[in-house]
């Protein structure tokens, strides 16, 4: 506007986020540096900025959550958009509707970004082929959950200072986790080393291929260690064979005080929510002061405005560039 | 390419603008001097000792990014870059005094009271920029001006900083 000219061309062009394996670092990186803009406006008396003013964001989720959903739901409220949501319970695809249909009658409503939780990996990949609307996954099946990435990349970079050369260890049911996966890439990218750790049936030696570390043995890998994310164990697993029972699960994968002794002294202790507390996390651990669960979700916040904000800015037309 | 500023010419600007702002604030409301993101961040940090050398202490010093409030968002598309906004005191009750490099159709102004009403509510703002360039879209004015200069709407006033450019000069570049 003063001198107005664009000294360089934009990092981030992408009008959907469908998972951080696409992603370059430096695209990463500039989302999580526009989240820094936006984490002051949750603190400030007025908790909104107009950026998204008059844009309309639908919340899809075929899958139940609380938190992501209201995560989003507020960060696209304090980017001024206008939010609707669509749930599974009330909706026509209890009628036999398929998602794309679904997708294109909310799309002609005039809807500019789509929100998708689904249950079926690529769901989210189908419906960016399908509509002009931006899409952002809110995680799809065992696939991705590119934002949990990101937060956790925010929160740690936060922490530590820096994610370059960490060593970072990813507790539990690696298999069928998708945080475990968008986190592996989030953290590929950005020069961290990644440590899986599990029960072998939870944690195959297959995923050595994918470029992390696998062990079954916890407590040999704690000294090194200076994050340790603590996946939420499904309690449905549980009662499937694929499983110790809780009792042996929490002795050789929960994270308690005595694992947290052997620990770096400035370890961080994360986890993506919410917590089975005394399973795979102690309750001290979880309210101690190497805990960042809580942080997390603040984080949360401002790393999905950020998303929102500027997959809606890509799918502007780029005048200056 | 003509040269408005040199780096001592420049410096005196700055000078002129700090003994201005001294001598127009309050004594007895706190003074907040503010700058928005990048280069009137930098001469605000810039004015900080001038102004006390005027004999004005600012109580107060912070950094706007005016980014979400432009109203130009839907035609920048992807070149919107979004930077903090690093004001960690209450602007309510100080007299604010709002820096900018350029003062040119005024948006930039109108967006940064946008964003400043949004933090609180100061007792007054003052607008003080290096340069005013005229051509203004909306009704805003400075109240401290370093250099007022005619230009046409195809020129660019290019303000250079040392701590962002590494020189201090303002220069008129395009056709007249």
Redesign the interface.
């Known amino acids: 506007?003063?001198?107005?000219?664009?000294a360089e061309r934009?990092v981030?062009?992408r009008k959907h986020l469908l998972t951080l394996a696409e992603l370059t670092p430096e695209e990463i990186l500039h989302i999580l540096d526009?989240a820094?803009?936006?984490?002051?406006v949750s603190t400030?008396?007025?908790k909104?900025?107009?950026?998204l003013r008059g844009r309309v964001v639908v919340l899809m989720f075929f899958e139940e959550s609380t938190r992501t959903r209201m995560s989003f739901e507020l960060a696209a409220q304090r980017?001024s958009a206008d939010v609707i949501e669509f749930s599974e319970k009330m909706s026509s695809t209890k009628k036999g509707e398929t998602l794309l249909d679904t997708a294109r009658n909310i799309e002609a409503m005039g809807v500019d970004i789509m929100v998708l939780r689904h249950g079926a990996a690529g769901a989210a990949n189908h419906l960016a082929q399908a509509t002009k609307c931006c899409v952002v996954n809110a995680g799809d099946g065992q696939h991705a959950h590119p934002t949990q990435a990101l937060l956790d990349l925010f929160t740690i970079r936060e922490r530590k200072g820096r994610i370059a050369g960490l060593n970072v260890a990813i507790v539990g049911d690696i298999t069928h986790s998708r945080v475990a996966r968008s986190d592996l890439r989030g953290l590929q990218k950005l020069g961290a080393h990644v440590t899986f750790v599990g029960p072998p049936t939870l944690v195959p030696k297959s995923f050595e291929k994918l470029g992390a570390r696998v062990t079954h043995d916890f407590d040999s890998i704690l000294p090194e260690m200076d994050v340790v994310n603590m996946l939420r164990i499904q309690k449905e697993r549980i009662a499937s064979n694929v499983f110790p029972s809780i009792r042996e699960y929490v002795r050789l994968f929960g994270m308690n005080s005595e694992r947290l002794k052997r620990c770096k002294p400035d370890v961080l202790i994360m986890h993506p929510g919410p917590v089975n507390r005394g399973i795979e996390l102690a309750a001290d651990v979880a309210d101690g002061p190497h805990s960042s669960i809580l942080r997390q979700v603040t984080n949360g916040l401002a790393v999905r405005m950020?998303v929102l904000?500027?997959c809606q800015?890509?799918?502007?037309?780029?005048?200056?560039? | 390419m003509v040269l408005l500023l040199n780096a001592q010419q420049l410096q005196e600007k700055l000078e002129n603008l700090a003994r201005a702002i001294a001598a127009a604030a309050p004594r007895d409301v706190p003074v907040a001097v503010v700058g928005i993101r990048r280069r009137g961040e930098t001469l605000a940090r810039r004015l900080l000792p001038l102004l006390e050398r005027a004999g004005l202490k600012p109580a107060h010093y912070g950094a706007l990014d005016i980014t979400l409030y432009r109203d130009d968002l839907t035609t920048i598309g992807p070149s919107a870059v979004v930077r903090e906004t690093e004001i960690d005191f209450d602007i309510t009750d100080t007299w604010l005094v709002l820096v900018d490099d350029v003062l040119y159709t005024g948006r930039s102004v109108r967006a940064a009271l946008d964003a400043l009403t949004d933090l609180g509510r100061p007792k007054a703002i003052r607008l003080a920029v290096l340069v005013d360039r005229g051509l203004r879209e909306l009704p805003i004015q400075a109240d401290f001006v370093g250099l007022r200069t005619d230009t046409q709407p195809q020129q660019s006033v290019d303000v250079r900083l040392l701590e962002v450019d590494g020189v201090d000069e303002v220069e008129l570049n395009g056709r007249r």
Do not use: H, I
């Open positions: 506007m003063a001198a107005a000219k664009s934009p981030w062009t526009t820094e803009g936006f984490k002051a400030r008396s007025v909104k900025v107009p950026a980017l950020a904000f500027l800015q890509a799918a502007m037309p780029d005048v200056e560039a």
